[in-house]
């Protein structure tokens, strides 16, 4: 007879499992953490498929399937898609396959339209956030009487992945692209890619003190207790939650910088071998 099986934990002992493209969602994790703090939290960063931004987003959504069912199979009791590219792509099917809360993220149009005195609003995301349906569902809804200027920004993720935060290259690729939202007259700014928080000290650099800057995280954390709230799935006690940490990429490399991000110490665990890198999650820019 197999031995039974560990009676497993009531719902709202369960961690909340969070995922991001990489080490960007760490931004909101931060938030989640401070939001929640007796929350047990699991993090996944799939660097080794960074960026999401310009791969097709049936690879996106094959990813977010794999890391999902990884977080389920860990019994988080709700999962957080810290990636805006991600949601864009993946965040309907995720929804429709895994019967748990599914919070997902998207660019600060609605608050930033609110904010905005200039009427100029700039959003900065990946192509792929920029092109997906979700987003024009949401410049649609909130987009109309204000301008939004739109500018990919490729290659910012690739620099926060590199842990190059300050440095000439990624100085230079703010400066590019953040300039003509400036030129335009743009008063709000709308961070729409979790690894842009990062490296809002180079934003306000240029952009001075009077742009607004929205970063989305204490939104998306808040967002993460209601949901809770509602299910009744809200951790009980008041003892300080756990954090575990889970890399697609070299562990060594991903512990340096995400201790650094996290502004902590941090052990990265790696990703079973089928989870980081599983046939129809490969990518192969030159194949069908
Ligand atoms: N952090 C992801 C986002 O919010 C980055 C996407 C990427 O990997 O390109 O969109």
Not at 5 to 22: E, H, K, Q, T, Y
Not at 120 to 149: D, K, M, Q, Y
């Amino acid at each position: 007879m197999p031995p039974p099986s560990p009676p497993r934990l009531p719902a709202p002992d369960r961690p909340i499992g969070v995922f991001d493209s990489g080490v960007g969602g760490l931004s909101v994790l931060r938030e989640i953490r401070r939001e929640l703090p007796g929350e047990d939290l699991l993090y996944v960063a799939d660097s080794a498929h960074a960026p999401y931004g310009d791969k097709p987003s049936g690879f996106i959504e094959a990813r977010c399937m794999a890391i999902t069912a990884f977080l389920v199979a860990r019994d988080a009791k709700a999962v957080v898609v810290a990636c805006n590219t991600a949601t864009g792509a993946a965040i309907g099917a995720l929804r429709r396959e895994f019967a748990l809360p599914v919070v997902g993220m998207e660019p600060a149009v609605k608050p930033a339209a609110g904010n905005t005195a200039s009427g100029v609003v700039g959003v900065l995301a990946t192509r792929g956030t920029l092109e997906s349906a979700r987003f024009a569902g949401l410049l649609a809804r909130f987009g109309s009487g204000i301008e939004v200027v739109v500018q990919p920004a490729h290659g910012l993720v690739e620099r926060v992945e590199a842990g190059d935060l300050e440095g000439a290259d990624t100085r230079g690729l703010v400066e590019r692209y953040v300039t003509p939202l400036l030129r335009r007259g743009a008063d709000t700014l709308v961070l729409g890619c979790t690894h842009y928080p990062f490296i809002v000290p180079l934003i306000r650099d240029l952009a001075g003190p009077e742009v607004t800057i929205m970063d989305p995280g204490p939104a998306v954390a808040r967002e993460v207790r209601r949901r809770l709230a509602d299910e009744n799935l809200l951790a009980p006690g008041s003892q300080a939650g756990s954090t575990r940490f889970w890399t697609s990429h070299d562990t060594a490399a991903a512990a340096r910088l995400m201790s650094r991000l996290w502004g902590a110490e941090v052990e990265v665990e790696r990703l079973p071998a089928p989870v980081a890198a599983a046939p129809w999650g490969r990518f192969d820019p030159d194949g069908a």
